[in-house]
């Protein structure tokens, strides 16, 4: 089952910075600076883990993974916007 995560992170280096956001980018989608949304499968949550791990300084930096539960649209219940509106991402069918 699929779970909507939103990740956030403060990275204190500049090139840990853009090599996070980069690969972050392989994982979800990104609605502020350093926070992304994510529909994860529980196979891609410990990948997009262990990449993080791998990339961050565990004692400089700080990634909080937040999960809203499965991706059956009540998830969006649980969050509020003030200003410009967040766009919910459709979820698409992917051939191979």
């Known amino acids: 089952m699929r779970h ?4 956030c992170y403060d990275i204190c280096d500049e090139k840990r910075l853009r090599t996070v ?3 972050m980018r392989g994982f979800g989608r ?3 600076y350093s926070v992304f949304h994510c529909d994860l499968s529980e196979k891609e949550r410990v ?3 262990m990449s ?5 300084n565990i004692a400089d930096d700080r990634v909080l993974v937040i999960d809203l539960g499965p991706d059956d649209g009540t998830w969006s219940n649980r ?3 003030l200003g410009r509106p967040m766009k919910i ?3 698409k069918p992917t051939i191979i």
């Open 89 to 91: 991402p459709e979820r």
């Open 79 to 81: 969050l509020e916007v």
């Open 47 to 49: 990948m997009m883990l």
């Open 21 to 23: 956001y980069k690969m």
């Open 30 to 32: 990104p609605i502020q």
């Open 52 to 56: 993080l791990h791998d990339e961050i």
């Open 4 to 7: 909507v995560y939103i990740v």
